[in-house]
């Protein structure tokens, strides 16, 4: 391919100290939240009422490792040790209890890249609400879909983020369906969206009726007017 003109090429930016890939844009997507399992009843000894698991996972199927040097989840202070830290896949943390809190989730990067840690919050979710109350449903999920998006990313990082090998042989999907939630909000959004105008088209026909009969009022006080001179 090409070279844009005026451009130095990567050869001539490493010569220089640069870095050879500058403007290079890499996105990695995750998914991040926790699952909740109700015992059924309150535990006599504590009064916990779930076993919960809160996690960081890939979207894809790929080993964040490769990138990922070890994830961070900070836990509510009434449990000991509240830091919790994960160096290798599954990033999880499994505990018990009987109330819902923030957890702060942090991705550190490989050293040697120099990159800035990542935080995530997450409500840790253990009761069903609203319209996601099943009672058949054991499990509850409460996952949600980010990205992290590496800008200009040092060399090595840049061969770490594309040389990722597969974390699973076998099938690998989410609790959540992401791309039917995608379309669906989008549906939404164009639904509102006709909606909206809709409504503008409404609002523009009362108006150009109410200027009509403004002007045939005004046609009929000059009219009585012109009578009474």
């Known amino acids: ?27 990695k997507p995750i998914v991040y939240g926790n699952s909740a399992r109700y015992f059924g009843k309150k535990r006599d000894e504590d009064g916990h009422t779930h076993t919960w698991t809160v ?49 702060i989730i942090k991705i550190y990067f490989h050293e040697p ?34 990205e992290i998006i590496f800008v200009d990313p040092s060399p090595l990082m840049q061969q770490l983020l594309t040389s990722t090998r597969q974390l699973t042989l076998g099938p690998y999907k989410h609790e959540t369906d992401f ?12 639904g509102g969206k006709e909606k909206i105008c809709h409504e503008i088209e409404e609002q523009r026909e009362k108006l150009k009726l109410a200027k009509e009969t403004i002007g045939k009022f005004k046609e009929e006080i000059n009219k009585v007017q012109f009578d009474i001179t």
């Open 113 to 146: 890249c120099n990159e800035k840690p990542v935080t995530l919050f997450h409500i840790l979710k253990l009761f069903q609400t609203g319209s996601e109350n099943n009672p058949g449903k054991k499990t509850l999920v409460s996952e949600f879909y980010d």
């Open 55 to 103: 996690y960081v996972k890939p979207y894809n199927n790929e080993d964040m490792s490769v990138w990922v040097k070890k994830v961070h989840f900070k836990l509510h202070e009434s449990y000991t040790n509240q830091n919790r830290v994960v160096t290798k896949p599954p990033y999880e943390v499994t505990e018990t209890g009987w109330g819902e809190f923030e957890i």
């Open 179 to 190: 791309e039917e939630n995608e379309k669906k909000t989008l549906m939404a959004i164009r």
């Open 1 to 27: 391919m090409a070279e844009a003109v005026g451009e130095a090429s990567p050869v001539d930016r490493l010569k220089d100290g640069m870095n050879p890939f500058q403007g290079v844009t890499i996105v």
